[in-house]
């Protein structure tokens, strides 16, 4: 039997739901008689407190990917952070009452799970959470599990090691602010270099880099300085190849590589925030949330408008939810 809270878990639950896929802005609808979802031996269910959103939700809805997508009715949202309400039988980590937070999608754009986190309640596997830092509010943590899973693998995909230098295209978005902080705070960079528009330079010293690049103004792979590894979180691969040292790794996340640059996937796990908490609750490195990034959940839709401008610093987190 699997076990749950005394609170009452209502079987009727508020969502955003698509049942078409689209323009999140068009086609995203709020829903107030969506199942709450059954939860495998495997699973706990989360009372949502915060969800946080990432490119890949209006990726996914406009159909970047619906070969291998899973078919609507979708609640878009990969990140999370709540309370556990729920355990399946074969769950040891948590119990109900834990403060949790992850990214409750394994495979970012393989057949990922219809049920997402914009919901009042999510079903997620155990192992694709870890205990919340308790110096973190949950707009914090739930601001950190997909960009900093990402940050981090593809850190280690490269083969990162104390003393390489590395270039971050992109230094003030959701995924580079916190590859800045790692590589500098748990990967021992000697130098980090990051690229963004005029307004975010000093944002950009302030997370660690040694050189702030202003994109509006000098082009990085004209500089006479070059990386053991280029991360491009911008879609940059065929400039990125010009920056790197010869023999060092280019890796990029958004669109196609150009080679030698390679295309990284996130795979979620809970073991990387696991890992990562003690750098969290020390302080070492920090969420960074757009000032004007906080929305209801109510306001949804309007975070959906302001993250497609591609102009977002660090991440947008729906918090609260009913
Ligand atoms: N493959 C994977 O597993 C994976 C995982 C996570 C994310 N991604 C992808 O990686 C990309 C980045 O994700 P994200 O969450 O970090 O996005 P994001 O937070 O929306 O990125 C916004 C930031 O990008 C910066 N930016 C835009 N154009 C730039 C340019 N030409 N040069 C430098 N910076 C630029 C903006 O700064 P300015 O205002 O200064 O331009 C803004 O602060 C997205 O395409 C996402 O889908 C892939």
Redesign the pocket.
């Known amino acids: 039997m699997a076990s749950d809270s005394n609170v009452a878990i209502p079987s009727k639950i508020k969502a955003w739901v698509y049942a078409e896929r689209g323009n999140p802005v068009d086609v995203l609808k709020l829903d107030s008689e969506v199942r709450v979802p059954e939860i495998k031996e495997d699973e706990v269910l989360v009372k949502v407190v915060a969800a946080a959103l990432?490119?890949?939700d209006f990726?996914r809805a406009l159909g970047f990917f619906k070969d291998i997508d899973s078919p609507p009715p979708i609640v878009p949202g990969y990140d999370v952070a709540g309370v556990v309400v729920k355990i399946g039988d074969q769950v040891k980590k948590f119990k109900v009452g834990d403060e949790v937070y992850g990214d409750i999608i394994e495979k970012?754009v393989d057949h990922p799970k219809q049920h997402g986190t914009l919901a009042e309640y999510t079903a997620v596997e155990e192992r694709l959470l870890a205990l919340k830092p308790k110096n973190l509010s949950f707009v914090e943590a739930a601001s950190l599990p997909?960009?900093i899973e990402?940050a981090y693998e593809?850190l280690e995909r490269t083969g990162f090691s104390p003393g390489k230098s590395i270039l971050v295209?992109?230094?003030?978005?959701?995924?580079?602010?916190l590859l800045i902080q790692l590589a500098k705070e748990v990967f021992g960079a000697s130098r980090v270099a990051a690229?963004?528009?005029?307004?975010?330079l000093d944002l950009l010293k302030s997370l660690g880099a040694d050189l702030a690049i202003d994109?509006t103004k000098e082009n990085f792979e004209d500089l006479q300085e070059k990386f053991d590894v280029v991360y491009d979180?911008?879609?940059?691969s065929e400039r990125a190849v010009r920056a790197v040292k010869e023999g060092g790794s280019v890796l990029t996340?958004?669109?196609a590589a150009t080679p030698p640059a390679v295309?990284?996937?996130?795979t979620s796990a809970g073991s990387v925030l696991e890992k990562l908490n003690p750098f969290l609750e020390s302080q070492k490195i920090k969420p960074l949330i757009d000032p004007k990034g906080t929305f209801p959940f109510s306001k949804v839709l309007e975070a959906f408008s302001y993250?497609q401008t591609?102009?977002?610093?660090?991440?947008i987190v729906i918090h609260p939810i009913p």
């Open positions: 990432n490119p890949v990726k970012a997909l960009a990402t593809g295209l992109g230094g003030a978005g959701g995924v580079g602010s690229t963004s528009s005029t307004g975010k994109y979180t911008v879609g940059q996340i958004a669109g295309r990284f996937i996130l993250l591609g102009r977002v610093t660090g991440k």
